[in-house]
T-cell receptor, first 115, second 117 residues
Framework: AAGVIQSPRHLIKEKRETATLKCYPI?????VYWYQQGPGQDPQFLIS???????DKGSIPDRFSAQQFSDYHSELNMSSLELGDSALYFC??????????????FGPGTRLTVT | AQTVTQSQPEMSVQEAETVTLSCTYD???????LFWYKQPPSRQMILVIR??????QNATENRFSVNFQKAAKSFSLKISDSQLGDAAMYFC??????????????FGKGTKLSVKP
């Protein structure tokens, strides 16, 4: 079965640079979520999109922005990177209004290292 | 605000034995879902099991089962016949339901499970 795809898998950036993370949800999934997992931490919700519209916002810094495109893929844009942004960034997708399972399926994550 | 607490930072089990991981949560909502996710060393987040709050019957998926006590706000995971591949970090997660969608997951801090051969 198709899974959530994230690219790139690893990314190394310097402080104050910009990074773009991409997520391709499972086909026919209408909702995308972004989570940030710091070292030794639990995943923290950043932002979500339903049918290409922002649906919920968590602890996402103002330096970050995201959007979902017409083909349902999503991008997380991160500017003015700080050392503390080094983390594993997960994208997850769900199809609540069609499956009613309310399960979120996670991609493999993008490991961002800021030096 | 909803919170999820996992009081066991680390647990250990002998291969083929049974282990129970604890999770409690705090919410004033009546409609919600609870999940257990497994995160092996690869860091992939893998859904293990799901429980709907409105269901009294405990969920079961092969060797994994839950003990859901809604009044006590408790949601423990039992792993039977533990295997070496079960070694991982296990996260308990809560998801509110509103509008039929749009609920992000709230995670506990995780329990690191070791399996001894």
């Amino acid at each position: 079965a198709a899974g959530v795809i994230q690219s790139p898998r690893h990314l190394i950036k310097e402080k104050r640079e910009t990074a773009t993370l991409k997520c391709y949800p499972i086909p026919r999934h209408d909702t995308v979520y972004w989570y940030q997992q710091g070292p030794g931490q639990d995943p923290q919700f950043l932002i979500s999109f339903y049918e290409k519209m922002q649906s919920d916002k968590g602890s996402i810094p103002d330096r970050f922005s995201a959007q979902q495109f017409s083909d349902y893929h999503s991008e997380l844009n991160m500017s003015s990177l700080e050392l503390g942004d080094s983390a594993l960034y997960f994208c997850a997708s769900s199809a609540d209004r069609t499956t009613f399972s309310y399960e979120q399926y996670f991609g493999p994550g993008t490991r961002l290292t800021v030096t | 605000a909803q919170t999820v607490t996992q009081s066991q930072p680390e647990m250990s089990v002998q291969e083929a034995e049974t282990v129970t991981l604890s999770c409690t949560y705090d919410t004033s909502e009546s409609d919600y879902y609870l999940f257990w996710y497994k995160q092996p060393p690869s860091r992939q987040m893998i859904l293990v099991i799901r429980q709907e709050a409105y269901k009294q019957q405990n969920a079961t998926e092969n060797r994994f089962s839950v003990n859901f006590q809604k009044a006590a706000k408790s949601f423990s995971l039992k792993i039977s016949d533990s295997q070496l591949g079960d070694a991982a970090m296990y996260f308990c997660a809560y998801r509110i339901l509103y509008g039929g969608s749009q609920g992000n997951l709230i995670f506990g801090k995780g329990t690191k499970l070791s399996v001894k051969p």
